[in-house]
């Protein structure tokens, strides 16, 4: 594999020889030769690039993971330059036509992304990708999971856990208290899968979904919930929510899955002073709803429209509840009674 000082020797060398070329500012001609395949949410994606800090990032987003599904034969190209300022940019804004999708954080920070053929390139400043979390969030994390959106997963806003085999997905608008439930369940013996967002495998049969089972995000207020979560300090998360982020492995969650097969929908409902109760929603409220949350346009948000479909015959509810542990004893009489 070849190291940092034969990049830069190379570099020296390329320079030399196309001197004040107008195409040189492009950077059209840049070499990437360090490459390793990923597999984030359990599908292929090789990542290549000319700086190893792209490599180690890669590795602490998605080396948790192993091959389990198709290859998909995605590639992420990322490009490190130096920029003038010292300074981590600011977050990227997102702007999508059909199917053409770009990330810019400023003139030495962006990316575009043709989500019909799935390919992509990013321009990263040493300092973007110095400051490893900026990088991850902003732009790595999106980058790949955009692609895996595009041709293989439809994401959902929604905590997955499972009890017997029956997967349930938590829903709801932010600050229901999705990621709090789903980690009480999992901590009082539920499967845990994912926090606040699953992705729908668009080939399965039914309606499967995977999750970031490694990994659980709360809101600052959830140490006042868990006293575990005290040591952990507040993560700086993109589109400025501030979150604490902790492996799973290191809490008191014994039962984790990447997947799970959904047999119910759940919309969360925190209210003030009432028992936990679930209510029936009418038939294809969930399909509904997501098609609403939708973050997708042109023709892949057609494709993910479709996709949702899966969940139409999927039984529905709205739980209202105040208090925790009385939402998990209402979740824990409701999966005896699903066949």
């Known amino acids: 594999m070849p190291t940092l000082d034969t990049i830069s020797a190379a570099a020296t060398l390329h320079s030399k020889n196309k001197t004040n070329r107008p195409q040189d500012a492009l950077?059209?001609?840049?070499?990437?030769?360090?490459?390793?395949?990923f597999?984030?949410?359990?599908?292929?994606?090789?990542?290549?690039?000319?700086?190893?800090?792209?490599?180690?990032?890669?590795?602490?987003?998605?080396?948790?993971?192993c091959l389990n599904h198709e290859s998909t034969a995605l590639c992420i190209r990322v490009g490190v330059i130096e920029s003038p300022s010292s300074?981590?940019?600011?977050?990227?804004?997102?702007?999508?036509?059909?199917?053409?999708?770009s990330l810019v954080a400023d003139a030495y920070?962006?990316?575009?992304?043709?989500?019909?053929?799935?390919?992509?390139?990013?321009?990263?400043?040493?300092?973007?990708?110095?400051?490893?979390?900026?990088?991850?969030?902003?732009?790595?994390?999106?980058?790949v999971y955009l692609l895996l959106g595009a041709s293989v997963v439809t994401d959902i806003h929604a905590a997955c856990i499972s009890k017997y085999g029956k997967g349930v997905l938590l829903c709801g608008d932010s600050g229901a208290g999705k990621s709090t439930l789903a980690y009480a369940c999992a901590r009082a013996g539920w499967i845990y899968t994912s926090d606040d967002t699953c992705y729908l495998i668009n080939n399965a049969p039914g309606a499967r979904v995977i999750g970031?089972?490694?990994?659980?995000?709360?809101?600052?207020?959830?140490?006042?919930?868990?006293?575990?979560?005290?040591?952990?300090?507040?993560?700086?998360?993109?589109?400025?929510?501030?979150?604490?982020?902790?492996?799973?492995?290191?809490?008191?969650v014994f039962s984790t899955a990447n997947e799970a097969d959904i047999y119910s929908v759940i919309y969360?409902?925190?209210?003030?002073?009432?028992?936990?109760?679930?209510?029936p929603l009418p038939d294809g409220t969930a399909t509904?709803?997501?098609?609403?949350?939708?973050?997708?346009?042109?023709?892949?948000r057609t494709k993910h429209e479709?996709?949702?479909?899966?969940?139409?015959?999927?039984?529905?509810?709205?739980?209202?509840?105040?208090?925790?542990?009385?939402?998990?004893?209402?979740?824990?009489?409701?999966?005896?009674t699903i066949v």
């Open 288 to 300: 509904h709803r997501m098609k609403k949350e939708l973050f997708s346009a042109g023709e892949i």
């Open 212 to 252: 970031h089972s490694h990994r659980v995000r709360f809101r600052p207020a959830a140490k006042d919930l868990f006293p575990e979560l005290a040591p952990y300090g507040i993560t700086r998360r993109m589109e400025g929510k501030p979150s604490i982020e902790i492996p799973i492995s290191v809490l008191p």
């Open 268 to 279: 969360l409902n925190r209210l003030a002073a009432v028992s936990a109760r679930l209510l």
């Open 39 to 65: 597999y984030p949410l359990g599908y292929a994606v090789e990542i290549i690039t000319n700086d190893l800090d792209v490599l180690k990032a890669a590795c602490e987003s998605f080396g948790h993971r």
């Open 27 to 37: 950077f059209c001609d840049m070499e990437l030769p360090f490459r390793e395949t």
């Open 87 to 101: 300074r981590c940019p600011p977050e990227p804004t997102r702007r999508e036509y059909n199917h053409l999708y």
């Open 109 to 143: 920070n962006q990316a575009l992304l043709d989500l019909k053929t799935c390919t992509c390139f990013a321009w990263i400043s040493t300092p973007a990708v110095k400051d490893r979390l900026y990088f991850r969030y902003n732009f790595l994390e999106k980058m």
């Open 306 to 336: 479709k996709m949702l479909e899966a969940f139409t015959d999927v039984p529905v509810y709205e739980l209202q509840y105040t208090d925790l542990d009385d939402a998990i004893q209402q979740l824990d009489a409701f999966i005896t």
